[in-house]
């Protein structure tokens, strides 16, 4: 009996790590063994005024790592995901207008999933935030008159 039970532990510790392995696999962990994460990998686009995608999908619920990079050598950028279509969007663009320098964000976050900081020339940054409830939710760029200029797209949160 004494002798079978190190030969039972051991097998346990396998098919654990053997289950770990192949969780880490599938949903592109960081490691810890902990909830799935996605990771979003966006920049803008060159000097002009939008981002290098104008969509993506993320799973609801999710833990989402996002890196937002300013490539522009002249302008300042930032990504501000807002919660809902174009309406809200315009309000917060108006709101972060009011705000002003440096950040152009307003105080009040209600409109807001997740934002970045106003980033200068070559400057990135990266954000975590749980993905909300399905559906779909617009990201502007809230330096004045960008938005305007079409530096925006759509997140895609999915069931
Ligand atoms: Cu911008």
Redesign the pocket.
Known sequence: MKMYKPLWMLMVAVVTAFALAACGGGGGGGGSGGAASTTIEIA?DGEN?AYDKTAFTVPAGQTITLTFRNVSTA????IVIVKGGEDVAARVDEEAINAGPPDFLPADRADIVAATKMLGPGASETITFTAPEPGTYVFI?T?PA?YAGG?KGVMTVAP
């Open positions: 803008s005024l302008q300042q950028h930032n760029c330096y960008h530096m």
